[in-house]
């Protein structure tokens, strides 16, 4: 009892609680700071360390010292008579206390407020995600039958009117053991109300698939049953299973019958598998990975040429090759190529979800949005599980501008496809045009956490945090992005048009090729700035990237008779918001806003002041539009401030740019803008390129000791 005693004299007990909550408080904030930072998991590993070899450190100082009116003094050299410990002991309960009231407020901050809005939607009550089956055999090679059935499982359930299936790309994120796994976890990482799992077990010639319905809320098993078979025919045992489980599950949910929409199904084992692994490869989306996946897709094409999937897979391939999305094909060829392929499906099975969906994504790239729209909700009415026509036609809405529409089309792709790292990525890029930074900054973490191998997570990541302001840190996640893919067309053009921000111009002009002009004109070199637009514009007179680009160069260098002969055109319609000057552009220069402008800019300075006060005004409405539909993005409120300045309103003009710049923009673009041109000689408007300069070489300088 002495030792004790003196133990709570000392105060060891209180430091020992108070350390052991310290310490949990201190992984908590960490695991949050981790995950939003991307650290690497031996970070947190090395915080657990240096806490655990603390705490005995901690009891050891607790025993020796106590605290007194004096400062700390070792405890044998207080009088007893004159111990202080009870106010110490009482210091410690309030410090205690208090850290306990903090670990409660981060555990529900990590438990329910963290969450973003989008998973926080319950799930749907017919909700189901079929992971991918256990191979029980001793040939791990047999785990593409074992898929085979899952796969088929995935497609005969999303078939069943009232059914939310989740996609292949997200439920076989779960693929391997999964013993001891929470099954709760998983249905919320799915959002789904319930799990099939199953396993297949494959000796000589007989085969034996079990397969279960799991309440997700519960983990309670709803049903079960097993399946022996003899191995014939491959396909027609994979069919006979699929259809029996999902007879018996569409009983247990209490659903209507099939449709009769016909299945494509290959004749040939390999051509399927080869399918698959196409699919697999497109998921990635990286250069290399659609060049793998179109390869796969010819290759299953030549097994079996009356397999449809095996063309639509290709077209898809070739749109995304292209310079319009993530290659360097011009887009006008790949067109050409994937028409012919669409054809044959449609001839082929014209009830293919998947065959009109890609029709939908060719229409959307000759910017035929009516078409683009028709086609890909025909998709979704053939295949309401489809997430990728989802995705496509949430783009779409999202060019023809329809951005209520777009949004929520793309919660339903996430609905059904959680942890697909496409539909993440168009997440975070939709929640950072509405300045909803935090969660877009966890959707480009899941994406990390998902597929952690591709660049798209990281260079969303970059996107954001480059306006934010933080652009050394945004430097490198886009040197992360393109170490994972070199070839990443996207990932060095913005990393690019960073590095002229931070006035770096030799490294970004080699990452920004044909339009490096950009770096040019930050320089004020206009010659060279106009014969790069110049030269891109006579090999592509109809790209309208490339006609903004040239029109805005144009106006720069102060020819506004050649930019009103670039831009006039495109603005036909505008007083219905129409005209593929005002189409919202999800890319990083926001080109269309911009080039609105430079046409406003150019009629108020060739003399026709009615026209150009008149495009302000449709302007205005139109900005006054987005913002309605929830949009808010420091371009825009730019955009507001050019306005404010061809209009000659100083001071709110000078306002805006200054909320601009503390909402954390630091792009050259202010710099001979000619919008910007009254305010150029201002005073203020100096001051805040000052402030502007005295950022970047701050982030410069970090960028520097990295």
């Known amino acids: 009892m002495g030792l004790i005693s003196e133990l709570k004299r000392r105060n060891v007990f209180r430091m020992a609680v108070l350390y052991l909550v310290a310490a949990w408080l201190i992984m908590q904030v960490a695991e949050v700071l981790m995950s939003l930072a991307g650290m690497p998991v031996w970070a947190g590993r090395a915080i657990l360390v240096v806490l655990a070899v603390g705490f005995p450190i901690a009891i050891v100082l607790s025993w020796l010292y106590e605290f007194t009116p004096e400062g700390v003094k070792l405890d044998k050299d207080i ?117 099939v799992m199953g396993s297949v077990r494959r000796a000589e010639n007989t085969v034996r698939v079990t397969a279960k319905l799991v309440d997700a809320g519960d983990g309670v098993q709803m049903w079960s049953e097993s399946f022996d078979r003899e191995l014939t025919d491959i396909f027609a045992i994979q069919d006979e299973i699929t259809t029996a489980i999902a007879a018996a599950l569409r009983v247990q949910l209490n659903l209507q019958a099939a449709t009769e929409n016909v299945v494509s199904r290959s004749a040939s084992v390999d051509a399927y598998n080869l399918y698959l692994l196409g699919r697999y490869h497109f998921q990635k989306r990286t250069v290399f990975e659609l060049e793998q996946a179109q390869r796969y897709f010819d290759n299953a094409i030549e097994r079996d040429p009356n397999f449809a999937p095996a063309y639509n897979g290709l077209v898809d391939a070739t749109l995304l090759l292209s310079d319009a999305a993530y290659g360097a094909v011009p887009v006008e060829q790949s067109m050409a190529t994937a028409l012919p392929l669409i054809e044959k499906s449609l001839e082929l099975n014209p009830l293919l979800a998947e065959t009109h969906a890609s029709l939908g994504l060719m229409r959307m790239f000759e910017r035929d949005h009516l078409a683009s729209k028709a086609a890909l909700k025909r998709a979704t009415e053939l295949n309401p599980n489809l997430s990728q026509a989802f995705v496509w036609l949430y783009v779409t809405y ?300 701050r982030e410069r300088a970090k960028l520097e000791i990295r």
């Open 79 to 195: 009088d007893p008579a004159e111990s202080f410990t009870r106010a110490p002991g009482r210091r410690l309960d309030f410090i205690v206390i208090s850290l306990l009231a903090a670990a409660v407020i981060v555990f529900a901050y990590d438990k329910w407020w963290l969450r973003d809005d989008i998973t926080l939607v319950p799930a749907a009550p017919n909700s189901v995600a079929v992971l991918p089956f256990a191979n029980l055999s001793d040939d791990p090679a047999q785990q593409y039958f074992s898929d085979g059935i899952a796969e088929e499982l995935i497609n005969t359930l999303a078939r069943l009117p009232g059914l939310q299936v989740t996609a292949r790309a997200s439920s076989f994120q779960f693929a391997g053991p999964l013993a001891g796994v929470d099954v709760a976890e998983i249905a919320r990482q799915l959002r789904v109300a319930s799990l």
């Open 398 to 697: 999202e060019q023809s501008v329809e951005p209520r529409n777009a949004f929520e089309t793309l919660q339903h792709a996430f609905a059904l496809d959680p942890l697909s790292p496409i539909v993440n990525a168009n997440m975070a890029a939709e929640l950072w045009f509405r300045s909803r930074t935090e969660e877009a900054l966890q959707a480009a973490n899941r994406i990390i956490q998902i597929a952690p191998e591709g660049p798209l997570g990281y260079r969303r990541t970059g996107r954001i945090k480059w306006t934010s302001g933080e652009l050394a840190e945004a430097v490198s996640w886009y040197r992360q992005s393109i170490e994972k893919a070199p070839e990443d067309r996207n990932s060095k053009l913005e990393l690019g048009a960073m590095l002229v921000d931070l006035g770096l111009y030799e490294e970004a002009e080699s990452l920004l090729g044909d339009q490096r002009h950009i770096a040019y004109l930050a320089q004020g070199r206009m010659e060279d700035a106009l014969g790069v637009v110049r030269a891109s514009l006579e090999e592509r007179p109809g790209h309208l990237s490339t006609i903004f680009a040239a029109a805005h160069s144009e106006a720069r260098a102060g020819n506004y008779d050649r930019a009103r002969l670039l831009l006039e055109p495109l603005a036909e319609g505008a007083e219905t918001g129409e005209g593929p000057i005002f189409l919202r552009s999800g890319i990083h220069f926001w080109d269309p806003q911009i080039a609105a402008m430079d046409l406003a800019a150019a009629l108020l300075e060739t003399g026709d002041r009615e026209a150009g006060l008149a495009l302000l005004g449709e302007v205005k409405i139109y900005f006054a539009f987005l913002k309605s539909e929830g949009l808010e993005h420091p371009m825009l409120k730019f955009q507001n401030a050019r306005i404010l300045a061809l209009e000659g309103r100083r001071d709110e003009a000078l306002a805006d740019l200054r909320q601009v710049l503390a909402g954390g923009w630091r792009f050259w673009y202010m710099d001979g803008d000619p919008a910007l041109k009254n305010l150029q000689e201002d005073r203020e408007f100096r001051s805040i390129v000052d402030d502007r300069n005295m950022f970047i070489e």
